[in-house]
Structure formats: C-alpha cells, structure tokens
C-alpha cells in the first residue's frame, strides 16, 4: 500500500527538544489510539538515517541529502524550496510501512512552522494538536535524566545547539498551536515534567481523546 490519494488523517505533536515526542510518537504507534491503528513519523530521526545511509533514502537527489545533512549540522529549519524533497521523504516512509487509509499517522517534528503546514495540506489533514508543555529548566533535566530513553547518541544535545533550537521553537514552531486552533482544530496540552514517561503522557491523551 501507499500513502492514501486524500489527506492522510494525522495527530501532530508539537514540543520542544526535549520534551518527549519521539517516546509518545512510538507508544502511541505501539497502542494505537481511541481504537485506531496509528503509525508515527519520526521526521528527524528519518532524517538523520538518510544522512547515515542516503543509498536508503527512497530517491532524494544529492543536493537534497546534501540539505539533510546542512540541516542536521546546523539545526536550521527546512524552508519553502525544501518542500518537494519533505513530501518525497513523507512518502517514502508511507511506501515503507505499507499504511492504509485507515492508519492515523502521528507527526513529530513536521510540520515545523506555518508555511510548511500550508504546504503539507494536501498530503495530511490534522486532525489534533498534542502540545508538549515544559519549561527550559525541565527540559534540560529530561535531557540530563532521558526518561524516553532516545537521547543517547545525539549529538544535538549540547548546549549551544539545544539553546538555539528552543529560539527556533518558541518564535516559528510554537505559532502552530494559534494557526490550528483558528482552523478548529482541537489543542490538548499535556504539561510535562523531569520525570514524566511517553506511558504517563498517553494516558493523558487517551483520556482526552476518549471524551
């Protein structure tokens, strides 16, 4: 199977470096949600294994791996002229995990800010914000503590490169919650702390989406 010809229905998760998105994407994936199969897309981890194994890549040209990899160094966000080379990446993991229409496909890290939303909207449809709540102070200490148990290895953890991400965040990414909740949207927060685990966060969501 193949990504679906209409919108593919998505819950986007949105939070800071830190926060635990990759642990809820994949707890979410591994128990589905309000009874729906769901498949998370981890685009910065898929990035950085195209930049390891661009053989693997599903295509991209060598100056799109060669922006995966700027991207990855610097920590810079993809802009509109990186778009048709987002799609083919989203693609291509719908074509590897052989999705149904029926999958909810669970986005984190994509889409980042407004204009990749808007070009991202004929190829998903959100369905649902899920906003990752924490302080810097929190988030320093989960990257110290790494409850999801995916930092290890990430050299995108030092100080310098977390700092500038969190500016990234807050100015062009964190935006996204208005521009959902005026397209109507639904937002659910989920306030996190040092310590809390995807279990614990999903439980939450569950609880909100079961209402």
Not at 19 to 33: A, F, H, M, N
Not at 54 to 77: C, F, H, K, Y
């Amino acid at each position: 199977m193949s990504v679906p010809a209409g919108p593919w229905p998505a819950l986007l998760l949105v939070g800071p470096t830190g926060s635990g998105k990759s642990p809820l994407g994949d707890e979410i994936e591994g128990r589905g949600l309000g009874g729906r199969r769901a498949v998370h897309f981890d685009f910065g981890a898929r990035l950085r294994a195209i930049a390891s194994a661009p053989e693997a890549s599903g295509g991209l040209t060598a100056a799109e791996i060669a922006a995966i990899r700027a991207s990855l160094a610097t920590g810079a966000l993809f802009e509109d002229r990186d778009l048709p080379m987002i799609i083919k990446v989203l693609r291509a993991f719908g074509e590897a995990r052989g999705a149904g229409p029926g999958a909810l496909l669970v986005l984190n890290g994509l889409p980042r800010h407004a204009r990749q939303a808007d070009g991202l909207a004929g190829l998903v449809s959100v369905e649902r914000v899920v906003h990752l709540e924490a302080d810097a102070a929190v988030l320093r200490e989960r990257l110290r503590l790494d409850p999801g148990g995916d930092r290890a290895g990430r050299a995108d953890d030092a100080d310098e490169a977390v700092g500038r991400r969190l500016s990234d965040y807050r100015e062009r990414t964190l935006p996204l919650l208005g521009l959902y909740r005026e397209r109507g949207v639904p937002v659910t927060t989920i306030p996190v702390t040092a310590a809390l685990t995807a279990a614990g966060m999903y439980e939450v969501l569950e609880r909100e989406v079961s209402t």
